[in-house]
């Protein structure tokens, strides 16, 4: 493991779970009141994870160009997709 490798770890799970509370709040902004932030589920891109996992995409990669993440409403049917820049701002978002 190199130096720093930890720390870069840490601020990278830091980063997943911040910027995939700003991807629920987007969806919460589209979807209007009716709808909870405990009502959806918001889950990094698996092929984005597995990199993620096995070292291949980086903290300076993420910073570079954010992150993607799947989310779902399942009490009303609906899904999408949202991703992020590499400051954590909601880019794009789409129902599927």
């Not at 509370?21 to 709808?35: A, E, F, I, L, Q």
């Not at 589920?41 to 903290?59: C, F, H, R, W, Y």
């Amino acid at each position: 493991m190199k130096p720093g490798s930890a720390n870069d770890d840490a601020k990278i799970e830091a980063r997943i779970a911040a910027w995939g509370r700003n991807c629920k709040n987007s969806v919460v902004s589209h979807m209007g009141s009716d709808v909870s932030m405990s009502d959806i589920n918001v889950t990094l891109g698996a092929t984005l994870q597995s990199s993620i996992d096995a070292g291949e995409t980086t903290l300076q990669d993420i910073n570079r160009g954010g992150l993607s993440y799947n989310w779902s409403v399942p009490k009303k049917k609906v899904s999408g997709y949202c991703n992020t820049d590499g400051k954590g701002n909601v880019t794009e978002f789409k129902l599927d």
